[in-house]
């Protein structure tokens, strides 16, 4: 700052601030579906200045009891080994990058019935 007759005060401290990541939109599979396959393609929406991404399915709405917890580089996943069946499912994304990070996506369920 600085008055009329010309002096100026001292500059002020300096902060930094972070952008929050965008919360990733779980694509596929669709909520409340029954999916014919034990290895289902788990797809999710890219989020621009994410180095990875965190993928978790459980057997329960609580995520204690885990059947894939998984960081990756892309925004799709296949699970190369078989998922229960008969069980429902639930799923999460979150996105990682430089800032932390994102929120969890909304949860969605769904059911393997081969």
Sequence with gaps: AFNAGGQYSF???????????????ILTPVDGSEIPSLRPLFDWSDIVGAT???LQVATNNSFTLLAVNVTLPTSSLTPTSN???????????????????SPWSPVISFIIIP
């Excluded at 401290?13 to 939109?25: E, G």
């Excluded at 998922?83 to 990070?101: D, E, M, Q, S, Y």
């Design 11 to 25: 500059w002020s401290a300096s902060r930094t601030f972070r952008n929050v990541m965008l919360t990733p939109a």
């Design 52 to 54: 990875s991404y965190t």
């Design 83 to 101: 998922l229960p069946k008969l069980k429902v499912l639930h799923v999460r994304v979150r996105a990682n990058g430089p800032n932390g990070p």
